[in-house]
């Protein structure tokens, strides 16, 4: 107790108070939204009685289900995909010697983060439209999934790298002091050492894909609506807890992702 | 690859070793070190298990070039423990990494049993390395670990086995075979790097400072322990190290290296009684150096002069011709203080007592103004006592002094 006390941001007058106030601000209105999914009346503002039932009308909803099945088509392929690019990306950017333009190329992975979403939305509706105009091209739901692996990949990216980087590299070393050719020093060490990054880069992905909404909206034709976009269109016209039920099973599944992507990370950090 | 472990168990019971005397040793190679013309004569014509032949290895480009080796040459004999020694920096890890293929020489030839293996992948080379980290693969058991470098090479699984068994008996970890790494002490997991690199039987085994890691009982347990694996496998051992204590206790053979460059390589006999040059003789050790001027000069023995006119017969390494003023290196243990001033060859007076447990140092500032120690080992029956501050005379042992380059 005879210590000298270090500057503790928590004794600071005031602290206590913002902090609640940021946590209020940002769960209350999920928190609200989550609870109205439960009520029995059919209006999202007044408070009638605890029911599932609006839980029971979505999971026979067919527009739901074509939503739901579209959002997955396209999450899983483009978390496979830009996991795979990311993960490529990362080794050719950390297990090689320094190269001119590296820098560059980081930045040019990284750059999607930093360019504002509707740019991007706006800059692969124009693309698609031009392939379409001067080739006849439509991929149809494949323009979605090529455009949420784009922008993934950054996602991807960042966990694996920094894995990658926290490694040791006599690792390898020793792996190809024992007579294991590059290519096995990889599959038997680096890899198998890798996958918690790999984990982690594909919960990101797949939390960012399944979630996305602008880049959707704008490229998406008609039969591809994802649930975000499903959620959009029910909100302009008059709502039910329904669409409270929609939305905090997509809060669940984001919240499952995120959790399995922390635990990993917490797990290597061991 | 590889001679089969019983076949080379024989090898160390020898009486000795061919080409191991130290007159070969300590006079052929330090002056082959320092040659430019890169012609080298095997004294023992495959029975090399490494040579090393005018490697220099530079780092960076332009003016940030830094020389990590200057044109080194050393052979290194089979079933030889030999050390490289030297200060942090001096370049015996890059010459440790260039033998294991980590990195590539930048000029010169590594022959391993005269076959140039400087242009291989470390993965073509039948040389194994006991890293200072260990790097031991976290996400496998001991025994995986062990049997790695035998998967690599696609021997049988039954073969894997039964060496695996042999080694985790060879280190003592049996019971622990199915243990992760993360679960197994430091000293432990300095045994299961030593049988992972012994397992795959390479010709050369490299060791990076393996014992640093390790507090002082577990390495000199550790110590012994290199020496017994040495001799069981038969299999040359070449041990990187800046502790001269460790180099001494365990090497055949020593190189001493400073900036690059291979100083001396010799017997730890050589290099510490004959050190070559006075960079050796002062990292080797405690040592005295004195002034003094060369009057003559006779079949390797020089008399030097001392500042107070004494003179003493001092030897000096071939190839070096002492003239004028020099330096004399006297080890403090070839000394030996006298309470009669008159009967020492120099005279000075006792300025602090030491003791040590084993042995009391004694420092005498002399006549002269310089500081000298005596070293004395400590008995039952020591017959005098001194007390700071008497007048002492300093005598020598017969070939104690030498002349070294600076």
Known sequence: ?270 | MGIAFENQVAAPQLPSRPGCGDNQTGTHLPKRAGSLNGVIVPEQPGKNAIEVRGVRKVFGTGENQVAALDTVSVSIRENEFFTLLGPSGCGKTTLLRLIAGFDFPTAGEILLHGQDIAPLPPFKRPVNTVFQSYALFPHMTVAQNIGFGLEMLGKPKAEIEARVAQMLKLVKMEALKARRTSQISGGQQQRVALARALAPQPKVLLLDEPLSALDYKLRKEMQIELKRLQHETGITFIFVTHDQEEALTMSDRIAVMSAGKILQVGTPRDIYDRPAERFVADFIGETNFLPGTVLSKQAGVATVKFASNATIAAGYPEGFDPTGEVTLVIRPEHADLVSDPAKGTITGTLSNIVYFGTDTHYHVKLDGGENFIVRHQNSRSSPVTYETGAKVGIQFEEGAARVLKD
């Open chain 1, 1 to 270: 107790m005879a210590e000298p006390r270090v500057m503790d941001i928590k004794d600071q007058p005031g602290f206590r108070t913002i902090a609640i106030i940021c946590l209020l601000v940002l769960y209350v209105p999920v928190l609200i939204l989550m609870v109205f999914s439960l009520n029995s009346g059919s209006l999202v503002t007044h408070w009638e009685g605890v029911t599932l039932g609006w839980y029971g009308t979505a999971f026979l909803n067919e527009e739901f289900h074509a939503a739901a099945r579209n959002t997955l088509i396209i999450s899983v392929t483009a978390t496979i995909v830009s996991t795979i690019c990311a993960t490529l990306a990362a080794i050719g950017m950390t297990r090689v010697k320094p190269w001119r333009g590296l820098a560059a190329a980081f930045m040019v992975i990284n750059l999607p983060l930093m360019v504002p979403e509707i740019i991007t939305a706006v800059a692969t509706l124009s693309f698609f439209a031009l392939i379409a105009g001067a080739f006849g091209l439509n991929f149809g739901i494949g323009n979605l999934i090529l455009a949420h692996t784009v922008f993934c990949i950054p996602f991807a990216y960042m966990p694996i790298r920094a894995r990658l980087e926290d490694m040791d590299l006599t690792l390898e070393n020793a792996a190809a002091d024992l007579y294991a050719t590059p290519w096995n020093a990889f599959k038997r060490i680096t890899l198998p050492l890798l996958v918690p990054g790999i984990m982690s880069g594909a919960a990101l992905a797949f939390i960012v894909s399944f979630d996305d909404f602008t880049i959707t909206q704008l490229v998406a034709g008609p039969g591809q609506t994802t649930l975000p976009l499903y959620i959009w269109n029910q909100i302009r016209r008059p709502m039910t807890p329904e669409i409270n039920a929609i939305s905090t099973i997509l809060l669940l599944v984001s919240i499952l992702f995120v959790s399995v992507s922390f635990l990993i990370a917490r797990r290597r950090a061991k």
